[in-house]
C-alpha cells in the first residue's frame, strides 16, 4: 500500500511539473538562449573552419555541445519535446477551467461582496425596481454586455460580461506553443534519427563507392516522412538519390523520382561579366507512373513533386576535362609537357632532378572558369566557384570598378614520393597588377592559411615563354658566363678591369641562380661558413652592393641573349615609354626568378585548355511539419489578437426596492482582468450614466 501511494504521489508531482508554467518559462528560456547561439553561430561549417575562427579550445567546447548543428543535437530536441509535454500538460489542466469561467457569469455573488471592489457604485434613483431593472437591461444591452438575471427576495441581480474570448488568446497562445514545436520536431532530423537509435538504420560504409554497394539498411525508403538531402548530378548525368548528413554520417535518401540534368544555366552581366542568374534545366520522371516533365528550378523558383520539394541549393564542379601544360623549374631545358586530367581526378607525373627520375602525384582539387576579384587589394585568394557567384549575384551597380574576372583557374595538389602534399592555385590568364601583365601561380604550405603567389611577367605575346627561357638560361652554366662577359665588355666600373669583373659578375648570377637575392645575402654573410673564412663584416654591404649591381646588368645581357636564341631583336629602349615597361618587365622577372628558388616543386602546371562540366546540386526536402508551423502561427496571430485587443469586463447590479414607494436602490461593481485607461473611461461612463439617473 505504502509502495502505491509513493508512487501515485510521484506521478502527481510529476504532472504537477509538467504543467508549471515556471516549468515551461524555463525549458523556453533554454530554447531562446540555444536559438541565439544558433543565430549567431553559423551552422553545418567544416572544421576547420570553427577551428581557424575560434581557436581549438573552444572548438572543442562547442564540439561537445554540437553547436554546429545545435538545431538538431539530442539535448535540443529533448528540451523542444518536454516543451511540448509541459505546456500540453497546461494546457488539459487549465483549459476546462478557462472556458468553465468563460461560460460563467458568476450571478451567485453576494451583495455584501461588491463592497470590496475598487469600483463600485451605489446610488438611488426615483423610479421603482421593475423600471430600474428594464433601464438597467437596456443599458447593458447598448454597451453590448450579456447578462443574466437573477430574482431573489433581497432584489433582482444583473449578472453582465463582455469580452470573455480573452481568455481564447491564452488558449490559442498555448497550442501555438504546442503545434510549433511539434511541427518543428517533425522538420527535424528527428524522425530519422528515431530510425537509427532504434537500430533499423546503418551509415553508409567507408568502402562504398558506388550506389550498388550500399546496403538497404542504408537506405532511408522514399516514404520517410522527413528528410532534407542533397542531390548533387551533373551535366548529362541523373540521380533518384539524395545525401542525407545525419550526426557526421552519411546515408542514401530514396527520391519517388528520377532527376535529370540536362543544362546548368549560368547568365552574365555583359559589362563585367559578373554572372546574374544560375538555374538548372532538369527533367523529372516519376518512377511508378513513368510520366516526364521538363523544369526550370533556380534560387527562389523550387519545385514540388510528390510532397517533396527541390531547392536550388548550390553547385560545383562536375569532372571539367583540363588540358595542362607543364613548364619545368628546374635544369637548362624549356621544353614543357601536356597533361590530361579531370576535376577531382589523380595523375602520375615523373620528372629528372639532377639527372634523377622522380615520381609526384598531381590531383586537381578545383577548376573554377571564372575568378571575380578585386585587384586593388592585392593578390587574390581562391574561393569556390559557388562563393564567386553568390559574392556577385544581384546589382552590379557600384562593382563593374572595383571588382573583374580575371579568368579560370586550376588549384591542384603536388605529392611526392613521401607522400609530402603542397597545394597550388594557378591562374590562367596574365592580369594586370601594379602596371605589369603578370601570371599568378599561388603556393599553400602544409599548416598555412593562405596562398603566397608568384608574380611571373608575361612576354609580348602574352605567355610565359620568354621568362621561362630566362629561368633556364639562368641555369646554363655557358650563358651565365656569355653574359657576364659581354658586361665586363661594355661596363666602365674603374675599381675593377674587364677581367676582374667577368668572375665576379659570372658569380652573382649562378648565385642567384640557386638562392635568388636572400642566396646572396647569405653568401656574402657566410652562412654555414666557418668565422675565419668570411668575409670581413665591414666589407659585406658593400660586397651585396656590387653583386647585385652586376646580377641586374649581366641579367639585362643574359636576357638579351635568350631573344636572340629565340629570333627576337634585343630589347630596345628608344623611348622613355618603352624603358620603363621593359624595366617593369625585368623588375618582376628577377622577383619571380628569386621566388622560384624556393618553389617546392620542380614543374608548375599552367590551364591552356578546357571544357567546362557543371554539377549542380538541388536540396530535396519533406517538411510534414510545415502545415503545423503555419496553423500554429495562425493560432499564434488569434491568441495575441484575444489577448491584446479584446478587454473582459464583468459588471454585477443588485437592485432593490428604495425607502419610497416609487425609488429604487442600485448597488454594482465593475471588474476586468487588467484595469486600463479604457477600463477606467468604460467604468467612469458607467458611473456617470446611472449617477444622472439618480438625478432624475
Known amino acids: 500500500m505504502a509502495k502505491n501511494t509513493t508512487r501515485r504521489r510521484w506521478t502527481a508531482d510529476f504532472f504537477e511539473l509538467m504543467g508549471s508554467m515556471r516549468f515551461a518559462v524555463s525549458l523556453l528560456s533554454f530554447i531562446c538562449v540555444a536559438s541565439i547561439i544558433g543565430t549567431v553561430l553559423p551552422q553545418n561549417q567544416t572544421e576547420l573552419q570553427y577551428t581557424d ?15 554546429s ?17 509541459s505546456t500540453t500538460v497546461c494546457l488539459l489542466r487549465n483549459t476546462p477551467k478557462m472556458i468553465k469561467d468563460m461560460r460563467s457569469f458568476r450571478e451567485y455573488i453576494r451583495e455584501g461582496s461588491l463592497r470590496a471592489f475598487p469600483h463600485k457604485l451605489n ?39 463582455k469580452g470573455s474570448a480573452n481568455r481564447l488568446g491564452y488558449v490559442f497562445a498555448h497550442v501555438a506553443i504546442v503545434v510549433i514545436c511539434i511541427g518543428g520536431l517533425l522538420d527535424s532530423e528527428l524522425p530519422n534519427r528515431l530510425q537509427i537509435w532504434f537500430g533499423s538504420k546503418a551509415p553508409i560504409p567507408a568502402t562504398a563507392k558506388y550506389i550498388s554497394d550500399v546496403a538497404e539498411e542504408t537506405r532511408f525508403s522514399s516514404s520517410n516522412p522527413s528528410f532534407r538531402g542533397n542531390v548533387s548530378i551533373s551535366e548529362g548525368g541523373n540521380s533518384s538519390y539524395a545525401l542525407l548528413g545525419l550526426g557526421g554520417e552519411q546515408f542514401l535518401q530514396v527520391l519517388p523520382f528520377d532527376i535529370k540534368l540536362n543544362k546548368f544555366i ?29 523544369r526550370i528550378i533556380e534560387v527562389n523558383h523550387p519545385f514540388s513533386k510528390d510532397g517533396i520539394t527541390l531547392y536550388q541549393s548550390s553547385f560545383h564542379d562536375g569532372g571539367s ?27 602520375k607525373l615523373t620528372t629528372t632532378i639532377n639527372g634523377e627520375n622522380k615520381e609526384y602525384r598531381v590531383t586537381i582539387d578545383d577548376f573554377k572558369p571564372i575568378n571575380v576579384e578585386n585587384l586593388n587589394a592585392g593578390n587574390p585568394q581562391p574561393k569556390s566557384f559557388e562563393e564567386q557567384i553568390l559574392a556577385v549575384t544581384g ?53 598555412e592559411g593562405m596562398f603566397r603567389y608568384v608574380r611571373m611577367p608575361a612576354d609580348d605575346n602574352g605567355t610565359l615563354d620568354e621568362f621561362m627561357a630566362m629561368r633556364a638560361a639562368f641555369e646554363n652554366p655557358e650563358m651565365r658566363r656569355k653574359a657576364a662577359r659581354v658586361f665586363a665588355e661594355k661596363s666602365r666600373d674603374e675599381r675593377f678591369n674587364a677581367d676582374m669583373i667577368t668572375p665576379l659578375a659570372e658569380q652573382a648570377l649562378e648565385i642567384f641562380a640557386k638562392g635568388g637575392f636572400m642566396g646572396i645575402d647569405q653568401y656574402v654573410d657566410g652562412t654555414d661558413v666557418p668565422e675565419a673564412e668570411r668575409v670581413p663584416e665591414n666589407l659585406r654591404e658593400p660586397m651585396k652592393k656590387i653583386l647585385r649591381d652586376y646580377l641586374l646588368f649581366s641579367a639585362v645581357e643574359l636576357r638579351n641573349l635568350v631573344r636572340i636564341e629565340a629570333g627576337l631583336a634585343p630589347v630596345s629602349l628608344n623611348s622613355r615609354e618603352e624603358a620603363e615597361k621593359q624595366a617593369r618587365w625585368f623588375d618582376v622577372s628577377l622577383r619571380a626568378l628569386s621566388d622560384l628558388s624556393a618553389y617546392p616543386a620542380p614543374v608548375m602546371l599552367q590551364l591552356k585548355t578546357f571544357e567546362h562540366i557543371q554539377a549542380s546540386v538541388l536540396q530535396a526536402t519533406r517538411s510534414p511539419g510545415k502545415s503545423s508551423v503555419y496553423l500554429g502561427s495562425l493560432f499564434l496571430i488569434i491568441g495575441v489578437f484575444a489577448m491584446f485587443y479584446i478587454r473582459d469586463r464583468r459588471i454585477w447590479m443588485w437592485i432593490k426596492p428604495g425607502d419610497t414607494a416609487n425609488s429604487s436602490k442600485i448597488m454594482s461593481a465593475m471588474t476586468s482582468q487588467k484595469r486600463t485607461l479604457d477600463f477606467n473611461r468604460e467604468f467612469e461612463r458607467f458611473r456617470q450614466d446611472f449617477s444622472d439617473l439618480a438625478k432624475k
Open 53 to 67: 575562427q575560434f581557436g581549438t579550445f573552444w572548438y572543442t567546447v562547442f564540439s561537445k555541445f554540437g553547436v
Open 69 to 85: 548543428q545545435i538545431y538538431n543535437t539530442w539535448w535540443f530536441l529533448v528540451i523542444m519535446g518536454f516543451l511540448v509535454i
Open 123 to 161: 446610488v438611488e434613483v426615483g423610479f421603482d425596481q421593475e423600471t430600474t431593472v428594464r433601464m438597467s437591461k437596456s443599458w447593458l444591452k447598448k454597451e453590448g454586455y450579456r447578462f443574466r438575471e437573477k430574482v431573489s427576495e433581497n432584489g433582482v441581480l444583473l449578472a453582465a460580461k
Open 266 to 294: 549560368i547568365e552574365y552581366y555583359e559589362t563585367n561579366g559578373m554572372p546574374k542568374r544560375f538555374a538548372s534545366d532538369v527533367t523529372i520522371t516519376d518512377l511508378a507512373s513513368k510520366e516526364v516533365e521538363n
Open 321 to 347: 576535362k583540363l588540358l595542362l601544360t607543364g613548364y619545368p623549374l628546374d635544369g637548362q631545358t624549356t621544353e614543357t609537357f601536356e597533361l590530361n586530367m579531370e576535376v577531382a581526378g589523380t595523375s
Open 395 to 447: 546589382s552590379a551597380a557600384g562593382k563593374e570598378r572595383e571588382v573583374q574576372n580575371v579568368g579560370p583557374s586550376v588549384a591542384y595538389t603536388l605529392s611526392d614520393d613521401k607522400n609530402q602534399s603542397v597545394k597550388y592555385n594557378n591562374y590562367m590568364l596574365p592580369m594586370l597588377l601594379d602596371d605589369s601583365l603578370v601570371f599568378l601561380a599561388g603556393i599553400q604550405l602544409p599548416g
